[in-house]
């Protein structure tokens, strides 16, 4: 643990001194503008090897380096009879290998002083390694032997069987989990998005090895994979790594090329009542755009505008968030977060929040409410102040060579290129309040929501109701 917070501290300081470098040179030099210094990053360096797969890389000259593999690969991917395999690779991703056992992985990850990490999501699986800049051509070698040579031990599996099992109930007894698998599962009803990525019991207690060798044998592609790097890299060497290690992943398909399935939103509502719950846990959304699409920065900044607040705060009622303010005064809720969460070709725009039984219509018909003044009566200052919040948040999320590596992989995956900060700065500043309103009276007001609640909910009110506050009537 010492080691993982001397390297990522050590490459969060890289960057930062990076930032600070950036800040002296626009005291010495007033001439340099914020604009002028989202050009001054290195630059996103992309190669596509024989096979397909794609190296993509950004060198910051810092001593330390996290790279790792994205492949479309994720829940959506899978039927109702597979649901779960994505993840349960996850968890055998590091049992060993056909060249090296479970002990000798860990070893030389532990020798390094590297930290091997993986991950699942309804689109992507990902498989990455943060490490020093000279120990990457190992690291490399590792990753493709965890990627390409699994062995998928009977025993491991059996064992890991048990741990996700276990995982499952612990995951149950966290409702935010909870509520967002079942507000995909009612608003993607009868599609893949549907499904969560931990998968049902059922599931976990019947995947067999041939599962996840034909899953590993259907989506593990080179043109569905991009070996992404930040931090210290030498392009040209991750190239030539990359074809050595991975050059000989297949590219081609035997049976049906596997593609993504239109996801159909359905406004609708799902129930699960427990009076023995303190609190009630509700989210409620639209449907929104895709990720690449043009209406996904104008809704991200109205998810902005709604914001999010929580008790623990500090400054109380003194928020910018509108409903924030309600939310202290009139003691509405005890939190509640804003989300855009976009996929591929759709996505979800709504709110979460967690309120006393006997707060829930109060609560919900003033989150409404706000809905309705954005998308009627935006005002430019809190589009303004909106803006800013968005990019400092863009910002500071891009710092350190994990966060960089990883919107490399992902952008990669969905836009086909990486976005550039100057350019993403810029779609953030052609929104205006006549935007804002444009793409909220287009996809959330007066849709169909849909609707996820847990917990002592009896006050909830009627779906017809929760809809016919998705607009209101002017007199």
Not at 6 to 25: K, M, P, Q, Y
Not at 354 to 369: C, E, G, Y
């Amino acid at each position: 643990m010492l080691l993982r917070g001397i390297l990522h501290g050590a490459s969060r300081h890289a960057v930062r001194s990076s930032v600070r470098n950036a800040s002296t040179a626009l005291q010495a030099n007033p001439s340099i503008t914020y604009e002028q210094t989202l050009y001054n990053v290195p630059e996103t360096r992309v190669t596509a090897i024989k096979n397909g797969l794609r190296v993509a890389s950004e060198d910051y000259g810092i001593p330390t380096c996290t790279v790792g593999v994205w492949i479309n690969a994720g829940s959506r991917f899978e039927t109702a009879q597979n649901n779960g395999t994505a993840y349960f690779l996850e968890h055998m991703a590091f049992k060993g290998t056909n060249n090296r056992k479970q002990n000798e992985l860990e070893s030389e990850i532990e020798n390094l002083g590297a930290h091997l990490n993986a991950y699942t999501s309804r689109e992507q699986t990902v498989y990455y390694a943060k490490c020093y800049s000279k120990d990457l051509p190992k690291i490399v070698e590792l990753l493709s032997d965890i990627v390409q040579n699994n062995q998928f031990n009977e025993e491991d599996i059996e064992r890991e069987r048990h741990a996700i099992l276990r995982q499952m109930q612990e995951i149950e007894n966290t409702p935010q989990d909870v509520i967002f698998d079942h507000l995909h599962a009612t608003a993607y009803q009868g599609t893949p998005l549907a499904r969560s990525v931990i998968g049902p019991t059922d599931n976990i207690k019947s995947i067999k090895k041939a599962d996840l060798l034909k899953y590993v044998g259907t989506h593990y592609k080179a043109p569905r994979m991009v070996l992404a790097a930040a931090g210290g890299i030498n392009h040209d060497q991750l190239v030539r790594l990359s074809e050595e290690h991975f050059g000989k992943v297949k590219a081609g398909y035997q049976g049906e090329v596997p593609d993504l399935l239109p996801c159909r939103f359905t406004g609708s509502e799902i129930r699960i009542r427990d009076d023995d719950m303190p609190l009630a846990h509700i989210a409620i959304g639209v449907e929104s755009t895709g990720l690449t699409h043009a209406d996904t920065i104008p809704l991200m900044v109205a998810s902005t505008i709604v914001g999010n607040w929580d008790r623990s705060m500090a400054g109380g009622g003194h928020v910018a968030s509108r409903f924030g303010q309600q939310s202290v005064e009139y003691n509405l809720c005890h939190s509640f977060q804003s989300f855009n969460t976009c996929y591929t070709d759709t996505g979800l725009w709504g709110a979460y929040l967690v309120t006393d039984r006997m707060r829930i219509d109060d609560a919900m018909s003033a989150l409404q409410d706000e809905w309705c003044r954005i998308a009627t009566a935006c005002t430019d200052i809190e589009v303004a102040r909106a803006k800013n919040l968005l990019k400092t948040n863009m910002l500071l999320a891009l710092d350190g060579s994990t966060p960089l590596c990883e919107d490399i992989g992902r952008q990669l995956l969905s836009y086909g290129r990486r976005l550039p900060l100057h350019e993403l700065n810029a779609r953030i500043d052609a929104v205006d309040a006549k935007t804002v309103m444009g793409v909220m009276k287009q996809y959330v007001y007066n849709h169909c929501p849909a609707v996820a609640a847990l917990g002592p909910i009896e006050q909830l009110r009627d779906y017809n109701r929760t809809r016919s506050r998705m607009y209101t009537i002017s007199h």
